[in-house]
């Protein structure tokens, strides 16, 4: 398929203030039989236009282990069992809980805590069935607890072994898992011990001496298993018996070292912490240390390709709390998410115990189509012991911590989070004050619309990333022309019916009209429903069946963002398209203007042939399946009056009017036509 789109601008923009107004177009069916693939344009930004299931999945975060006693479990199995000791390590399933499906899983992401040990030492994750490798995840002391991210590869019985040197109390948190493609899993492999008389997997990097306040690069590419065209690795480095306090940074070689860090910590202290790096010039990473003689270990988990959907990025700083710290520049109409220099977060801090974070649309990372990013969050000069949770932005905290400290530490730990609302995070102390750093080190494309129950899209989302909608405490007027078929009529009032229950939006019918279908119809008070032709509408025709979409616009000026929100919109079928009447599957009238009615309102196309919103004409569902109707249930049932979720309660327009005058308008246009 190929997808055409052109812009147009219409009209001159007032001094002083800036103002957006787009309109957004989604073909509804076109070729029967045509292959699956057709996305919104870009620049309009659908919610999920990807092809094909994604690489990584996450879930919401559950508790997989607990050997405490008295603690829970997602599904009550691996709880309380007692100490993990080195002569009886933990075989956990991790397929078939806590989201991760029983088959297809290539690797996990985990975050996996040791409490409470008896005596120093470490801890190794690896896929069941295999030997122990030479190479560790976390390294700990006695009696401290300490938490550190995992990606591991569940063997064939589903499950991975936690081997522990000293007898310790494990919980493993699961937050999301690959499927093949999305990274290459590998047998630990040791690639880098500065330390006398140690090995590595060929010998490289072995015994080099300790790192002083300076940088080392260490090849990645043609060993442990990592081939030449790895794009990114997953690292698990470690740091001990530095002389100073300090920290480590791993990036890119040959790249400018980064305001990030991946590690911190103090003198003689053993810490480990996993790490996802870009590959850099000749296949190399760069690892700075800022302390004296700190003696670095480097463990390789997997890789990366370009035919993976991770994008690998040079870490960079996205908040700080610490005062007269940078971040990564930030959009300027929502200032406060760009998290720098605001003060430490807890329950006994002026800022409350919760620090939001804007990541969406800030440095390399887009602003719409971003579903998880890859994290290093740092927590420094903690008020008392205690713990950080990472979630979701506007989702209720999950009961599971993200990393652990002591009072007055500095504690790093990864952390691959799903992005939230507006494309950003949380993060929550459990103790009164705490500053906490976060480095962004890249990220994964959103959701798939690949055939999953109750899977749908947006056809456009505001620059807060937020679906774009009507609001539904206004009517929505329209007009029908019905041109040559008066026999449509009938069936497009029925489907405006479905939609005011799917919604709640309270339609007014103004009858029918003979008004010209228009493509910039930025003037217009009302949507236009018109069963029109290829001469009148350029992009019907050529198997294009029909077109919808909704005209928006926001205002912008220097202290806040008044979001976008949908306007009014227009449906226009082609009338010599030889189409029946009603709403049967296979392809009827009913099922296309219900489709195109439906890109009205906000909803995107699915690859799902159970959904109306599926893009082809193979249309298995005569009515709203599953994914259409909680599509529809998110941006419209869940709203109040007044307000929506396009505009997190600013003020706004009525919708239904005129935009205002002296606007520079826009129209995006995206068409499937036959091959």
């Known amino acids: 398929m190929v997808v055409a789109s052109r812009q147009k601008s219409i009209g001159a923009a007032r001094p002083l203030v800036t103002a957006v107004l787009v309109a957004v177009l989604s073909t509804a069916v076109v070729l029967v039989g045509a292959p699956p693939g057709a996305a919104v344009e870009e620049v309009a930004a659908p919610l999920a ?5 994604p690489d990584f999945r996450p879930v919401t975060p559950a508790r997989l282990a607990d050997t405490r006693p008295g ?11 007692g100490y993990v000791k080195p002569a009886s390590p933990l075989r956990l399933t991790v397929t078939g ?46 009696g401290l607890t300490v938490a550190n991210a995992v990606t591991v ?3 064939a019985d589903g499950r991975v072994v936690l081997y522990t040197s000293a007898s310790a109390h494990v919980i493993v948190d699961v937050t999301g898992y690959f499927t093949a493609g999305g990274i290459e899993p590998l047998t630990p492999a040791r690639l880098a011990d500065s330390r006398a008389g140690r090995a590595t997997v060929d010998g490289k990097h072995a015994g080099s001496g300790p790192l002083s306040a300076g940088r080392r690069d260490v090849q990645v590419t043609g060993r442990g298993g990592v081939p030449a065209h790895a794009t990114a690795v997953a690292l698990n480095v470690t740091v001990t018996g530095s002389a100073t306090d300090g920290y480590l940074t791993v990036y890119p070689a040959g790249a400018a070292r980064p305001t990030a860090s991946n590690l911190n910590f103090v003198r003689g202290q053993t810490v480990a912490n996993s790490v996802v790096a870009k590959v850099g010039t000749g296949g190399r990473i760069s690892i700075y240390g800022s302390a004296q003689r ?39 109409y929502y200032p406060p998410r760009t998290s720098r220099g605001t003060g430490p977060i807890g329950g006994g801090s002026p800022n ?15 602003l719409t189509d971003t579903g998880a990013v890859v994290l290093n969050v740092t927590v420094t000069s903690p008020s008392a012991s205690g713990h950080l949770t990472v979630f979701p ?56 619309t690949a055939d999953q129950p109750g899977v749908w899209s947006s056809i456009a989302r505001d620059v807060l990333g937020m679906p774009m909608t009507y ?21 497009t009032r029925a489907a405006i019916s479905v939609l005011e229950a799917a919604t709640g939006i309270d339609f007014v019918d103004l009858g029918i009209s003979s008004e010209v279908p228009s493509e910039a119809r930025f003037d217009a008070d009302h949507l236009l429903i018109a069963f029109t032709t290829p001469a009148v509408i350029g992009d019907l025709g050529d198997g294009v069946l029909g077109i919808g979409g909704s005209v928006y616009g926001g205002l912008a000026h220097p202290v806040r963002w008044i979001p976008e929100q949908f306007w009014h919109g227009f449906a226009y079928i082609d009338a010599g398209a030889p189409m029946a009447t009603g709403f049967e599957e296979g392809l009827s009238f009913g099922q296309v203007v219900l489709h195109e009615l439906a890109h009205v309102v906000g909803l995107g196309h699915v690859d799902n042939v159970d959904e109306i919103m599926n893009h082809s004409t193979i249309f298995r569902a005569g009515h709203f399946g599953p994914g259409d109707l909680y599509g529809l249930s998110l941006l419209y049932r869940t709203q109040g009056c007044p307000g929506s979720p396009a505009t997190f309660g600013a003020v706004r327009a009525t919708a239904g009017k005129p935009m205002p005058d002296g606007v520079d308008p826009e129209v995006v246009i995206s068409t499937v036509r036959r091959p």
């Open 49 to 53: 236009s990807a092809v094909g299931a």
């Open 71 to 81: 603690r829970a479990t997602v599904d009550g199995s691996f709880r309380g069992g």
């Open 97 to 142: 809980r806590g989201g991760v499906p029983a088959s297809g899983v290539a690797a996990v992401t985990l975050n996996v805590t040791v409490t409470g040990p008896t005596a120093p030492g470490y801890l190794t994750a690896y896929p069941s069935g295999r030997g122990r490798p030479n190479a560790s995840n976390l390294n700990f002391e006695r």
């Open 153 to 155: 590869s569940p063997g």
């Open 294 to 332: 700190s003696h670095v270990l480097v463990d390789v988990a997997g890789y990366f390709t370009a035919g993976s959907d991770f994008v690998p990025m040079t870490p960079a700083r996205f908040a700080d709390t610490r005062a007269n710290r940078s971040t990564v520049a930030g959009p300027v």
């Open 352 to 366: 409350g115990p919760q620090l939001d974070v804007l990541v969406s649309g800030r440095g390399p990372v887009p």
């Open 393 to 448: 932005l506007d989702t209720p905290p999950p009961s599971t911590s993200s990393l652990n400290f002591g009072a007055g530490q500095t504690v790093a730990n990864m952390v691959v989070m799903p992005l939230g609302r507006g494309g950003g995070i949380s993060i929550r102390s459990s103790v009164p004050r705490a500053h906490v750093l976060v480095d962004v080190l890249g990220w994964f494309p959103g959701w798939s």
């Open 471 to 491: 609001d539904r405490c206004y009517q929505i007027p329209f007009k029908i022309n019905p041109g040559s078929r008066p026999e449509w009529v009938a069936d």
